[in-house]
């Protein structure tokens, strides 16, 4: 996760990494590689479609739901993102 959030907004990031601990089950995690949550990522920060980054049916409605919250600022240095 530290090479992603050099690379990413840190609220992008953990936004997606909660989403895959937390709203996939055993299967989803499985199917949905950190490949997957990378692609995921850097579609989100572009505007892109998130369904472009899986070629498989793992459920992106809670993402998008966590993505679209708004994002506060903290002293950890989070970055505002534009919501998929």
Known sequence: MSYLMRKYPAEVVT???EWWEEDLDEVGRALC???YLERLIAL???NEPL???LPLKVPLHDLR???QQPI???GTGAQKSSSA
């Open 72 to 74: 506060h600022k903290t």
């Open 65 to 67: 739901t966590r993505l």
């Open 51 to 53: 369904e472009n980054a």
């Open 15 to 17: 936004r997606v990494t």
């Open 33 to 35: 590689t950190p490949r």
């Open 44 to 46: 989100h920060v572009a």
